[in-house]
C-alpha cells in the first residue's frame, strides 16, 4: 500500500504522517504541491492520494482534474483534506470525481474509517 500525501503545509503533511504511521500505513511519499505530486503519480505508482484543496502552484481540485484525465492515474483513489465551507467549491470538488472527504480538524478515528472505505470493501 504506497501512499502520496500532498499539503503545501508541512506540519499538516507530519501530522497525516505520523497518523497514517499509527494506522500502519508506511509506504507513504510527499508532495508539496500538485504539481510535484502530479510528476511524482506519473513516475511511480501509488494506491492512494490524500491531498489539501488549497495550494499554491496546482491546488487540490486542478491535482484531482488531472489525476481523472490520465487514463493511467484515473482510477486512483483521491481523498480530500480541506477546511473548505463554501457550497460552490464543494461542489466543483464533487464534480471533479472526488473518492472522499476529509474536513479539518479531524481525527485519526475519520481518517481511519476514510482508509477502510477504500481498502476493506466487502
Known sequence: ????????????????????????????????????????????HFDLVITDLHMPKMDGVDLLTNIRKDRALADIPVLMVTCEDSTDKVKQVIAAKVSGFIIKPFNMNVLSSQ????????
Do not use: S, W
Open 115 to 122: 482508509l477502510n472505505r477504500f481498502f476493506f470493501k466487502d
Open 1 to 44: 500500500m504506497k501512499i502520496l500525501v500532498v499539503d503545501d503545509m508541512p506540519l499538516m503533511r507530519h501530522v497525516l504522517i505520523n497518523m497514517l504511521r499509527k494506522l500502519e500505513y508506511c509506504n507513504i511519499v510527499e508532495a508539496t504541491d500538485g504539481l510535484q505530486a502530479l510528476a511524482l503519480l506519473r513516475d511511480q
